[in-house]
């Protein structure tokens, strides 16, 4: 009995290693982003959305395509956007397969933003998100990311502003048995990332940095180029 339960744990620690080491986490990938924003008229209501290739290497091994928007709706006489949106996600295997598996997603969000001293641009968004993935229970999940933005070469970051762009984001998965005997972590993962920004137009911005996303079994290095939009 003893030797049974002797290799069943270590055929457990085999196949973990086994299934955390089939990711490279010192291949570096990449993710080309296009995130947008419009309000109708001088409505309080607007749209938002994004469109993300992400790889697992610097392009052809996908990792995963997401394809969001949402309506928007920002309240008179106090600094805050909200967010109903969806989102669907296809997501690929790392290396040789083309396996993919699929996820609608409807999120809630609430963005405030404000300014600190003349150069520092701070933003927090909280995120609330119902998850329908493939071969999974219903999830949910709860995201807290914090954005800070600091002009260069002037005080805004207005046409030709050279900018740092910072953040981080931790998620906290909510149900935690996704079925079939199958559980998750309740932290599910962080982000931090580091940019150079530049504004082309008062309302179009370009950043090219670098992204760490670590969970429990992997910490992986992106670099990301997106595009942000206002019209």
């Given amino acids: 009995m003893k030797k049974s339960l002797l290799f069943l744990a270590l ?7 086994s299934a955390n080491s089939q990711i490279e986490e010192d291949q570096t990938g990449a993710w080309y982003m ?20 992400r790889n697992w290497d610097l392009g052809g091994d996908l990792e995963q395509l997401l394809i969001r928007g949402g309506l928007t709706y920002s309240p008179k006489n106090a600094d805050i956007k909200f967010t109903l949106g969806y989102g669907n996600i296809t997501s690929g295997e790392f290396g040789d397969s083309n ?26 968004r909280f995120r609330y998100e119902q998850r329908w993935v493939e071969n ?18 002037q005080n805004n970051l207005n046409k030709n ?8 984001e931790i998620f906290i998965n909510g149900e935690r048995e996704i079925g079939n005997g199958r559980y998750v972590e309740l932290f599910d993962r962080n982000r931090f990332y580091s940019a150079l920004g530049y504004a082309i137009q008062d309302n ?10 670590t ?15 206002t019209f």
Avoid: C
Wanted: aromatic share 18%; glycine share 6%.
């Fill in 34 to 53: 296009y995130f947008w924003n419009t309000s109708f008229g001088n409505s309080q209501w607007g749209l938002q959305g994004d469109v993300q290739y």
């Fill in 11 to 17: 055929f457990s620690l085999f196949g973990t290693f």
């Fill in 136 to 153: 999974q229970d219903f999830r949910t999940r709860y995201r807290y990311n914090l954005f800070l933005n600091i002009p260069l070469n």
């Fill in 99 to 124: 396996e993919t598996s699929g996820e609608s997603r409807i999120y809630q969000e609430a963005l405030l933003p404000h300014k600190l001293s003349n150069r520092f641009y701070l933003t927090h």
């Fill in 215 to 229: 969970t429990d079994n992997v910490s992986k290095g992106q670099l990301q180029l997106s595009l942000h939009h």
């Fill in 161 to 168: 502003a050279v900018y740092l762009a910072l953040y981080n």
């Fill in 204 to 213: 179009l911005k370009v950043q090219a940095g670098y992204m760490t996303q």
